[in-house]
């Protein structure tokens, strides 16, 4: 008689140093779903072991040293189980609960990715979407000293996972502010050919309203060889941002333009035409007759894409409510009324 297939064992795998005020909420979202949860306590000064220890997760101990990968790894290392979910203290875990408890059952043959949902400020409380590879065989590891990349060749599967985000809200923000930008650039002193680290060093510097620096990044990043899909779509949208706050408008709309067919696809990339288009006929009000057809049309494309979360950086509105908003100042703009408050109509609440 055949003996019961073996089940597979999965740990929640966290690096964090002083992060007593948010470890609570991570490891409470996750135990119930894991059969471990591994902390690697990378130097804290506060109560981040003793809370975790509570929540019931094996801590453990590691030197920093300016390395991300080196310490995911090292977590890895500890952790040894079949499956490992690879979070951060700054997140946890809205839903997916049984997906993770399927992977008991699962052959970790390939790698999974989750739904992640940023929580960030602009004026308001938006949500900004990605997919991150973050459910990994026990043998994959890391390379990158800073926005490490699992390395693998094993194929890519989507979980029906999601995981709230909020590193980047003003405050946390404020207290990251410099660590990032330093591992970044030390990582393009060797290697200066990767576009995705210079997209993230323009990333890291537009949050911090830093946007000729971005912009430098961007233009660095989109000279090099790139694959335009996934984070290619992020970076375009916020180089048209930079450009506008910039007022290099023209230039921005040529960088736009080469990019229409790439992006054809993302609200994003539309909403952020739109908004560049009409900051362009505020300062330039004798091109605005010419822009204002311009300006109406990408608003209205983004309402036909709709939402689109599954493109990476993808911010909720852009494909329905947002979009309607300015749309619908533009119909009242320009003389009509009834069509503005039709569309309010269909997009309230």
């Known amino acids: 008689m055949a003996g019961a297939a073996v089940a597979m064992r999965t740990c929640l795998v966290v690096i964090a140093r002083d992060e007593a005020a948010r470890i609570e909420r991570l490891l409470n979202s996750l135990r119930p779903w894991v059969d471990e949860m591994l902390v690697l306590d990378t130097g804290s000064v ?25 310490a995911r790894n090292a977590a890895l290392n500890a952790a040894a189980a079949d499956w490992h979910l690879l979070l951060d203290a700054d997140e946890w875990l809205i839903s997916g ?26 004026g308001e409380l938006r949500h900004a979407h990605s997919r991150l590879s973050r459910v990994l065989p026990g043998a994959v590891r890391y390379t990158g000293r800073i926005h490490e990349q699992p390395q693998h060749a094993l194929p890519v ?15 946390r ?18 290697h200066p050919e990767q576009a995705y680290l210079w997209y993230q060093l323009g990333k890291d510097c ?20 790139h694959p335009e899909q996934g984070w290619w779509f992020d970076l375009v949208t916020r ?58 049309d990408a608003w209205r494309r983004c309402l036909e894409l709709g939402e689109r979360p599954d493109l990476s950086g993808a ?30 109509r269909a997009f309230a609440g």
């Open 46 to 70: 506060d109560a981040t072991p003793s809370l975790a220890a509570a929540c019931g997760a094996r801590v453990e101990s590691f030197s920093w040293c300016d390395d991300f990968a080196a």
């Open 97 to 122: 609960g049984e997906a993770l408890l399927a992977l008991r059952q699962t052959r970790p043959d390939f790698v999974g990715t989750i739904a992640l949902q940023d929580h960030f400020f602009d």
């Open 157 to 171: 599967k989507p979980l029906s996972i999601v995981v709230g985000h909020d590193g980047y809200l003003p405050e």
């Open 173 to 190: 923000l404020q207290a990251k502010r410099g660590r990032n930008q330093g591992l970044l650039q030390q990582e393009l002193q060797a």
């Open 206 to 225: 537009a949050v911090y309203d830093e946007h000729e620096r971005a912009e430098q990044c961007f233009e660095k990043a989109a000279a090099l060889p």
């Open 239 to 296: 180089r048209l941002f930079a450009l506008k706050q910039l007022k290099r408008h023209e230039q921005a709309v040529q960088f736009a333009q080469t990019q229409l067919g790439v992006c054809a696809a993302s609200p994003d990339f539309f909403f952020a035409l739109g908004d560049l288009l009409l900051d362009f006929a505020a300062d330039a009000p004798d091109q605005a007759p010419h822009l204002l057809p311009m300006i109406e």
């Open 315 to 344: 911010v909720a509105g852009r494909g329905s409510y947002l979009a309607a908003h300015n749309l619908a100042l533009v119909l009242d703009g320009t003389g009509r009324a009834q069509e503005a408050a039709d569309l309010r």
